[in-house]
């Protein structure tokens, strides 16, 4: 199962079944959306799950390009990614829960072989505001998987108000052995499929609302589904990184954790500038600019002589590529060096200022403030600035 492959098996299964392809939108919410990036698959249909009829019908299936934020401290481990791809199919008020977790099912097992006694799901099991899902519960026992009720876990919404629900989450097994435990005792139980019921609107106070339609909104990582279906232990290693595990090593020598920072954070880059965006000091431009900061901070933690100016174009040809980005190389290489050259001679700034005696001990919350509106550090470039000059 390659990239390709996968992708395929995904949205013809959906398109067999009455659903309407849709393309997958940009990184860039609507200019009345006040999120920066898109965050999940449902987040540009937010308005259809609210009521509005979609032109295209009310059955919908996509691959949607996401990036989190929230995550970023994470990066440099096995699993997370700061741009990724969410495989969607969505029910406007049309199937119910029961028959999304039927396909759902049908698909693992039957379109991307995942034996059945290694699935596992968990459903929501109820609180003080609603009660539990046991239509969820009763189609998954008629399935024969294994299903463990729980409250926190199994309860999705894309902010603290709007449209949420109750959600089943689909569990494979990846461990060497024969399967054991649950999801919640056992880490090599991975999440690789959540089927949320979007039923509620939930309010600023905090209470639940339901909503015009009934509506069913599935998420898949992309990246998260090839390692587990091409027996990998981490998303570094499937094929979609190939020409990154192959290239970059030979370019500079990282240990692991910094390898997949600065793979993660140049993929991410690239994928950020072929939307459009270019590095400024607030809103997404920041966020640009934060990603190459973060990777050319890790770079020149060993050797200040490491240039972007050395980076494979096949790389950004094949992020840009499969990414369906046009706009070509050039222009993506361009913003990144010249952010690079802009970088370097704020890093020799900054080193003239923190190099002061006064800054030379434990920094206080005054010296951060100081620094940032003075001299215009902030303080995660500091804190960079710090590590990579001791």
Same mark, same amino acid.
């Given at each position: ?149 729980? =409250? ?42 959540? %089927? ?8 600023? @106070? ?65 994928? =950020?500038?072929?939307?459009? =965006?270019?590095?400024?000091? $607030?809103?997404?431009?920041? &966020? ?8 050319? $901070?890790?770079?020149? *933690? *060993? ?6 100016? !050395?980076?494979? /174009?096949?790389?950004?040809?094949? $992020? ?11 222009? &993506? ?15 020799? /700034? ?16 005054? !010296? ?11 303080? @995660? ?7 990579? %000059?001791?």
């Amino acid at each position: 199962m390659n990239t390709d492959r996968t992708l395929r098996t995904f949205t013809d299964f959906y398109v067999e079944r009455g659903h309407h392809l849709i393309t997958g939108s940009t990184l860039l919410p609507p200019p009345s959306d006040p999120v920066l990036f898109t965050t999940s698959g449902m987040h540009p249909l937010t308005p259809y799950l609210e009521g509005r009829p979609h032109p295209q019908g009310r059955r919908l299936v996509n691959v949607q390009r996401c990036l989190r934020t929230t995550d970023l401290e994470e990066v440099g481990d096995r699993t997370h990614l700061t741009v990724f791809e969410m495989l969607g199919s969505w029910s406007l008020g049309d199937y119910g829960h029961s028959q999304s977790l039927r396909w759902g099912h049908e698909l693992l097992r039957d379109g991307f072989g995942i034996p059945q006694r290694h699935l596992y799901v968990t459903v929501f099991g109820g609180d003080d505001q609603v009660g539990p899902d046991t239509e969820s519960l009763r189609t998954w026992e008629e399935l024969d998987v294994p299903v463990e009720p729980t =409250v926190e876990d199994n309860w999705w919404s894309n902010g603290p108000v709007g449209p949420c629900g109750p959600d089943s989450e689909i569990f494979v097994w990846t461990g060497d052995t024969s399967p054991e435990g649950s999801p919640t005792t056992d880490p090599r139980w991975v999440e690789v499929w959540n %089927h949320v019921g979007m039923r509620y609107r939930r309010h600023e @106070d905090g209470s639940l609302t339901p909503l015009s339609q009934r509506n069913i909104d599935t998420g898949m990582g992309l990246e998260r589904l090839l390692t587990v279906l091409q027996g990998r232990s981490s998303v570094y290693e499937t094929d979609l990184f190939e020409p990154w595990t192959r290239l970059l090593p030979r370019l500079w020598d990282l240990d692991e954790p910094s390898f997949r920072l600065v793979c993660d954070h140049l993929r991410s880059g690239v994928v =950020v500038i072929g939307d459009g =965006v270019r590095p400024s000091p $607030t809103g997404r431009g920041y &966020v640009l600019r934060r990603l190459v900061r973060r990777l050319l $901070t890790t770079l020149w *933690q *060993q050797d200040r002589g490491r240039t972007l100016s !050395d980076l494979p /174009r096949e790389l950004v040809e094949h $992020t840009l590529d499969h990414f369906r980005l046009p706009g070509g190389t050039d222009p &993506v290489l361009g913003v990144l060096l010249e952010e690079e050259r802009r970088f370097g001679k704020l890093l020799d /700034r900054g080193h003239r200022v923190l190099s002061r005696p006064q800054f030379r001990g434990q920094l206080t919350e005054e !010296d951060y403030r100081y620094l940032h509106d003075t001299h215009g550090l902030p303080r @995660d470039l500091v804190v960079g600035l710090r590590g990579l %000059h001791g």
